[in-house]
C-alpha cells in the first residue's frame, strides 16, 4: 500500500496575475478562496519575509501566457514552495475548477489525507495529600452582615 505523505504548508498565497480582472478573484476564486483563507498577492514580494523553516504554497490563477514567467520567479525566489498553477483562458472555467476543488476541500487539486485526531482516555492521576472531602470541615457559626431592606414606610414619599 502506498502511504500518503502530503502535508499541508504553512502558507498558503492565492497569486492572481496582474494582467486579469478584478472577476478573476471576486467571481472564479471566491468560493476557493472562503473555504481555505489563502493569502491573495500579486506578486512574490511577500513571500520575501517568510523564512525558510515555514513551507510554502502558491496556488496561481493565470492565463496561459504568463505561467511560465512565474514558474520560473517562484522558482529563484523560494525553490522548495510548492506550485499550484490553474490555468484557464475563461473565468467561468476557472470558476468551475476552484469550486468544484473547494467542494472537494482539494486546496491543490489532490485529496488531502484527514489528520487524526488523538483520543484521550481518562486516566485518575495521582494527588499527594488526603482524598479531597465532600466540603470543608465547620470551624465556627455563621455569620455575617444584614442585607435585607426595610418596608417602606407610609409616611415616605413613592
Known sequence: MVQNT??????HFLLIAPNLGGEWLFAAARRYWEVFRPTVISDYE??????????IAVTLVARRDVVDYYRDGLAQLAPRALFDPVVYDYVEDMQLTL???????????VPVPNTPTPTLTPTPTLTPGPAPTAAPPVTRAPGGFIT???PPSESSPP
Open 46 to 55: 511577500l513571500l520575501r519575509i517568510v523564512p525558510l523553516r515555514y513551507s
Open 99 to 109: 469550486d468544484g476543488r473547494a467542494a472537494l476541500f482539494q486546496p491543490f487539486g
Open 6 to 11: 502530503f502535508i499541508l504548508p504553512d502558507f
Open 148 to 150: 435585607q431592606t426595610p
